[in-house]
């Protein structure tokens, strides 16, 4: 039967059970203190800015040259399952961002939504593709959809008029 934090509290000095030091992370648990929390203009601050399609291409570089056989499989498997077949590629990409926003991958939404631009999907339709999304990701998808609304903002053929 697993201890209350009551029964925790006197033991030993060092396993005292204190709630103000279990709200961040286990290295606050370890020392007892709780670090400052960081605003999202803190954080962003500290890598430098590089347009996100131009990291991707890098990166993909990087890990493509690694040498690695499976990855390279696998990035193969993922460039073939968008190539036209009996589902276009417009299409397909419609159903990647759809999967991405149900799986809550910020990056992936942001990928699709790019090249759901570019395939030529208007904002009403990429909506509606987002709400079925939500409909089947659930409410824990709003945060990712709300970003993906953000998103659009940028991408040329998804502003709002």
Not at 135 to 152: K, Q, W
Request: with cysteine.
């Amino acid at each position: 039967m697993a201890a209350s934090p009551a029964s925790l509290a006197g033991r030993f000095p060092s396993e005292r059970f204190n709630a103000q030091n279990c709200r961040r992370s286990n290295a606050s648990l370890i020392c007892g203190k709780i670090p400052p929390r960081r605003n999202h203009a803190q954080r962003s601050r500290r890598l430098p800015k590089i347009s996100r399609r131009s990291q991707r291409a890098d990166l993909n570089e990087e890990i493509l040259g690694c040498g690695h056989l499976g990855i390279k499989r696998f990035f193969a498997l993922d460039h073939q399952a968008y190539e036209p077949g009996p589902l276009g590629t417009k299409t397909k990409e419609l159903l990647g961002l759809v999967a991405s926003a149900v799986l809550r991958c910020d990056d992936c939404i942001t990928y699709h939504l790019v090249r759901c631009g570019e395939e030529g999907w208007k904002r009403d339709e990429v909506i509606d593709a987002l709400n079925v999304a939500l409909i089947v990701g659930g409410s824990i998808t709003i945060p990712h959809v709300r970003r993906a609304f953000a998103r659009m903002r940028e991408i040329d053929g998804l502003k709002s008029s």
